[in-house]
């Protein structure tokens, strides 16, 4: 962690740092960075050479001359940005030109104030904010803005001194609301924040002008406490205290113990918490206690071809719990507490790369040793540098000795590197010389003269008392013997079984050495094909196993298999390679993608990545060792020393935000709010998408937030979007929704759900009123069919009473006269001509009841089917008379429907018609013709050629009355045109 330093001990100390690095190709616009600060919404805004930048952790939103409107400014060269809490707002100052200023809840410029310029090279650099007043330093002079009257106002008077108008490149406000403005020409004048007037003045020769030139260019300033402030200038640092009645004191020189701090140039300097100060100048970065006695330099870890971004820091600010640099590089993010990584791959002295790390091993000094695939790297505990010992050989294992001498295995055999020179074994113990080409790939010891080593190739383990000069082999012909004699690591549990982990067995032997079991888990019916076995630990009575390709196994003290933990439940990457126990607490898992911590009580996995700071996601085969309390884990570039005490839980969730609300209308335009602080929406009823983009502001591991939302009237349960920051919505009916969204961070802290509601409006037809409207419509339509449905049986009713009235006279008659015929051809003997009168009025009535039958039935309520009826009553009295008949529809009428009151009354004037012809006319033919009429309607005619009538002297008979009456009947118009030997023509016309 960044140190708290005491004032009575002297520290001089290197810290490795790894920084969170954001450059051009992480999507920064531009380099050089000239401010960061973070505005109340958590997002942070920077300034650049090129641009102003927003940036949630995820995405850069960059300000330029060229952006949209919205987002368009002046200058591409920002110098300071100013927040305004109280109105939400930001004040951004471009070299040139324009101050703007832009709504923090939208990110949206909402005005633009031109500065004037007091001469062609007059460039803005500086700014602070002090009650309604911005007091603005440039090239010329001091300019002040009244944000009142958004007027800019007169600064103070001059002073004696003609320079007094010169390069002003900071300004900064102490806690009693006075602004210090630092004159380059002059030296620091004091003023009044309300008055504008001059308080106390200190002049160049006070701040030790030790070269001479008339100048001192101030930087940076930090209030330390409200009587101290420390100003970074090109000539070193300088502390000024004051009182209340602003009794100055200068220290021109308030380092001690690195004076070149008081004359070098110092570019920015930072006030934090536990009163330590963050100085960047001579190159460095370092961290200062408040008296600037003690101080620790802060040495990042790079890579080939890196440049160190802390040696060039320009703006530091302090976040709570990280620091945040703007670099000449970009932008670099260090936490207070610092990483639990430190990594080491690269030498920028020398030039020396851990290139591929196959071993490794802390020395006693903490010195490290490096076993690389071609060569040893000693790596320097206290300035970090490497100094390569071979470059020859492949380095398959380390460990220390003691006596100053440490234990190589390289693809050539053993040795011993004794004050970094190479022997060979034998030359040291004599006892190995037999051994000496054996490859080595693991160790344990046991007690203080016993390790046993495991080798490489096929050849079992070796048992060796270095003080005794003693060795042992045990393989599968020994006895105890092992069940392979692959070896790929060993363990020595806490009862002093020891562990030989193969590809396809484990061996374990009894702590006398006198018994051993093998383990294959072959009977196991869930796992199979466990198998490559390359690391293990033990806790709880349980063994946890590194399988690579499997995962990570959990046996108990029966050796049964308990669990199988795989990428699914969490885990990094299956390909396991170390496991290490963390105090009884959690396992720490190397793997071939990331490193695993996993919570053995809470089951859950907290996984780390180069992002993180690992020297790569890839580590090695047995590459990783225990050294006071810290994991020193190698891979392809070089290793990383972890402290697992700083694996900390991330307990602050993210800040939510819905950064994009996007409404695609099916008229092709589309509605944006780009407003934080959104809370409902209308969506207007043509609408086809909504589209919602939100991010979760969380610096810790901004490309881990994971998010959830729900349709609270839709769906209770929450739906999980992964690491995706969208949603598309569409389809939903008109009302009012409540959307809810959450964002999680890396460990699973969710965020307080953010609410957007929703109000989709209705298109016409899905209003309440038309809603209404159809509804009083639908009750006027049943209504309408119910009293037609009533008028329809009524006429059905009347059919019904018409045609039994009929049946009751023209039946009741003819039964009647069939009773008096049938009596009389009883009572007389000549009684043919009786039956026959009979016969008559049977077959007569027979062809009535038929004509009703066929008016009653549904299937034939049309013309052709009228006039078919027509035929079948005609054409056999037609023909045994020697009548012709014809009967036609003119095609021009076609085949229209008719009621069944129509089919009745047309019928019976018909059969009335053709009758009077039958009977009077002596015809030849008689015509039955259906065709239009004067208004296109049907037009029913019967004609004759027969004797005719005269109409003026004929009186209308009971035949002419009866069809004009049914003609009436059916809203039809009955016509008859007749005179002596021209016919007779009846017509029946539909109104």
Known sequence: MLLSLGTNSIAQQKVRVSLVKYGQSDGLSSYNIQQIIKDKN??????????????????????????????????????????????????ILPNRDQLHVINTTNGDVIKNISIPNYANDDWNITMTNCGNN????????????????????????????????SEINCIGRDNFNNVWVCYTRYGIVIYNGTSLKKIKEIKLKDLGDRLGRNTIRVNDFTLVNNNE????????????????????????????????????????????????????????????????????????????????WINYVQSIYFDGDKIWLGCQQGIGMMKIISSPFAKYYYDEKTGNKLEHMRSICVLPNKDILCGLSSGLTLVNHGDNSFTTLDRAHLYHHIFFLGNNMAFLSTNQGMHVLKKKTIKSIESIYPELKSY???????HVFVGD????????????????????????????????????????NIYHDKIGNLWVLSDKVITVINADFTISKSLDFASERKYPKLDLFFDMCEFNRSYWIASYGNGLIQIDDKWKVRKLIRQKDGLSNEGVYNIFNIRDSSLLITSNNGLSSYNIKAQKFKNYYIENGLQSNSFEEVTATAYHDKIYAGGINGFTVIDPSKLLVNKIPPILYLANVEVKLDNGQNLVNTSLDIKTLTIPNNWLQISISFTGINFEDPKRVTYKYRIKEIETNWINNGHRDLINIIGLPPNTYTIELKAANEDGYWSYPKTLIVKIEPKWFETWFFKLAMVVLGVIILNAFYHYRIKQIKIQQQIRRDIANDLHDDLGSTLNSIKIFTHLAIEKKQNISYLKEIEKLITSTTGGLRDMLWVLEDSRDDMNELLDRVKKFATPIAHANQIKLECYIEPELGNPNISKTEKRNLLLIAKEAINNSFKYAECQTIKVIVKPGTNKK?????????????ISNKSNGYGLNSMKNRAEQINYVLHYNSSPGSGTLITVEKK
């Open 42 to 91: 958590g997002f942070l805004w920077v300034a650049s050479q090129d641009c102003l930048t927003r940036f949630d952790g995820k995405s850069f939103l960059s300000y330029t001359q060229q952006s949209l409107p919205k987002h368009r400014i002046s200058g591409p060269d920002v110098r300071k940005i100013i927040e305004d809490t109280i109105h939400k707002a930001l004040w």
């Open 134 to 165: 911005l007091w603005i330093g440039s090239f010329r002079g001091l300019k002040i803005l009244n944000t009142k009257k958004w007027q800019f106002i007169p600064p103070p008077k001059k002073i004696q001194n003609h320079f007094i108008n």
């Open 229 to 308: 402030i420390l100003f970074a200038t090109d000539q070193g640092l300088r502390t000024v205290y004051f009182d209340r009645f602003y009794s100055l004191t200068v220290d021109n020189n308030p380092v001690k113990n690195l004076k070149v701090l008081n004359s070098c140039p110092i570019d920015a300097i930072k006030a934090i918490r536990h009163d330590d100060i963050i100085i960047s100048g001579n190159g460095h970065l370092y961290q200062f206690n408040s008296a600037l006695s003690n101080y620790v330099v802060y040495d990042e870890s790079i890579g080939d071809a890196e440049s160190k």
């Open 436 to 442: 000496k080409a054996h490859v080595v790939n693991s």
């Open 449 to 488: 003269s016993v390790v046993i080593m495991g080798t490489e190739c096929d050849d079992g383990i070796l048992i060796w008392n270095y003080k005794r000069h003693y060795v042992k082999k045990i393989d599968t012909s020994s006895s105890p013997a092992l069940a392979s004699n692959t070896v790929n």
């Open 938 to 950: 049907i037009l029913f005619s019967i004609s004759d050629d027969g004797l005719g009538f005269d």
